[in-house]
C-alpha cells in the first residue's frame, strides 16, 4: 500500500484556515484530518475531539515529556500539538493526513519531516485579516491585538513554506489548495512505480 502525504496548512488566527480545510477534507475521502491537542479552553459550539482534543496543562506536559508529539507549540499562553501515533497510522494505511496548525508547530514539521508539503494560507490585506478577527465574536477583544502583534511575525515566516495561498474567495483558495495537491501527485518521484508498469508493458513479449 503506498503511503499517504503529510500536509501542513498554516497561516495566522483569522484567516480561514479551518473553512479552507473542511472544504479540501469533502473534496477527498483519502485525507484525514489530525486532529490537535490543546491546553486553551473550549469555546462555544466546539466538540472536544472535533476541532481541538482538550487537554489540562500538566497532561500535555506529559505527553512532551513521553515524545507523543510530532510538533507543539506554546501560542497566546496555550499550548497546541499534533499527537504522534494516530498521524503515523494514517500514513501507513495510505491516508494523507491534513494538518491544520500554528506556524511554530509548521515550522517543526518542516524541519523534522522534509517530505512533508506545506501551504501558508494569508488574507488578502492585513486590514482584512483584522476585519475577519474582529467580526468572529468568539475572540476577546483585549485578545485581538496580541493576535494581530503575532500575525505579522508569522507573515514573515511565510516564504519558508512550498506554497502561500490567499484567502480571498473561499472557492479560488480551496481550489489553489487541491491544485497544489494534484501538483505534489504528479512529481516524477511519486510516479516511480506507474513508470515502472509503463516500462514493464512496452519489454513484453507480447507487443
Given amino acids: 500500500m503506498k503511503k499517504g502525504r503529510l500536509i501542513v496548512i498554516s497561516g495566522p488566527s483569522g484567516v480561514g484556515k479551518g473553512t479552507v480545510v473542511k472544504a479540501v477534507?469533502?473534496?477527498n475521502p483519502k485525507t484525514w484530518l489530525s486532529v490537535s491537542a490543546t491546553t486553551r479552553p473550549m469555546r462555544p459550539g466546539e466538540t472536544d475531539g472535533v476541532q481541538y482534543r482538550f487537554i489540562s496543562r500538566?497532561?500535555?506536559?506529559?505527553?512532551?515529556?513521553?515524545g507523543q508529539f510530532l510538533e507543539y507549540a506554546c501560542y497566546v499562553d496555550n499550548y497546541y500539538g499534533s499527537p504522534l501515533e494516530p498521524i503515523e497510522r494514517k500514513l501507513a494505511d495510505g491516508f494523507d493526513v491534513l494538518l491544520e496548525i500554528e506556524v511554530q508547530g509548521g515550522l517543526q514539521i518542516m524541519e523534522k519531516r522534509p517530505d512533508a508539503?506545506?501551504?501558508?494560507?494569508i488574507a488578502p490585506s492585513f486590514a482584512?485579516?483584522?476585519?475577519?478577527?474582529r467580526g468572529r465574536g468568539d475572540t476577546d477583544g483585549a485578545v485581538i491585538p496580541k493576535r494581530l502583534e503575532?500575525?505579522?511575525r508569522e507573515y514573515g515566516v511565510a516564504p519558508q513554506y512550498d506554497y502561500i495561498?490567499?484567502?480571498d474567495r473561499l472557492e479560488d483558495a480551496v481550489?489553489?489548495?487541491l491544485a497544489i495537491l494534484r501538483s505534489e501527485s504528479l512529481r516524477a518521484g511519486n510516479q516511480l512505480e506507474k513508470?515502472?508498469?509503463a516500462d514493464s508493458d512496452a519489454l513484453s513479449p507480447d507487443e
Fill in 25 to 27: 477534507l469533502a473534496s
Fill in 58 to 66: 500538566e497532561r500535555f506536559e506529559q505527553m512532551i515529556d513521553a
Fill in 117 to 121: 508539503i506545506s501551504i501558508f494560507l
Fill in 128 to 133: 482584512e485579516l483584522a476585519a475577519r478577527l
Fill in 150 to 152: 503575532t500575525a505579522r
Fill in 165 to 167: 495561498v490567499v484567502n
Fill in 175 to 177: 481550489s489553489d489548495v
Fill in 195 to 197: 513508470l515502472k508498469e
